[in-house]
């Protein structure tokens, strides 16, 4: 994928939402089908909890289904449900919506969004997408986290500055992002979408 192919995709940003309140959706009833544990996500005491339930992202996995190039993401009660029954736990963009749900449940922040972007290596020209969870904590200072402790948004331009800083922590640069409001959860701990903000 080029460059210029990825920074014409995020013109369809419209279609995300639909397509992660679906795969969310889908991920639960092949849970039950599987018989796979499914519960309410874990109320933690502290954020430095939640990279630790996880495992910090040692029990990473990747999507079954529909590829790569297509990321959905698993409903945070199905991921719940790995952690206690200590099966890998998923890719990047399940951690950043285990993360989004758990600080929500939690009350361990002001705003959470789901974030994600595009990066590309500079010297062999590869690209690569990621996502992350960016969040305000009570103090309304920003932060982005995936697999381990979050990191401090240094810059105070805004939310935006989670991409370039999480790309340089993996020797890449930022291209294209965007960041999708979580609202709230549901009764059923389903993440509910809001305003989507692109970069």
């Known amino acids: ?17 639909p397509w992660y309140s679906f795969t969310m959706f889908f991920s639960k009833v092949l849970s039950k089908f599987r018989k796979k544990k499914i519960t309410k996500v874990k109320i933690y005491d502290t954020i430095e909890e939640i990279p630790k339930a996880f495992n910090n992202g040692k029990d990473y996995r990747s999507d079954m289904f529909f590829g790569r190039k297509s990321d959905h993401l698993t409903h945070p009660t199905v991921l719940q449900g790995r952690i206690e029954d200590k099966e890998k736990f998923g890719d990047c963009d399940d951690h950043a919506i285990y993360w989004c749900a758990a600080l929500i449940k939690s009350k361990l922040a002001s705003k959470v969004w789901l974030g994600f972007y595009h990066m590309i290596n500079e010297e062999s020209g590869e690209i690569t997408g990621h996502a992350v969870c960016v969040f305000a904590d009570h103090s309304n200072v920003l932060h982005w986290a995936d697999y381990r402790n979050p990191r401090k948004i240094s810059k105070v331009v805004g939310p935006r500055d989670f991409m370039i800083q999480s790309a340089y922590s993996y020797g890449k640069k930022a291209i294209k992002g965007a960041i999708i409001l979580i609202k709230e959860l549901d009764e059923n701990d389903t993440p509910k979408f809001g305003k989507i903000t692109r970069f």
């Open 1 to 17: 994928m080029s460059e210029r192919t990825v920074k014409f995709s995020y013109n369809f940003m419209f279609m995300v939402k």
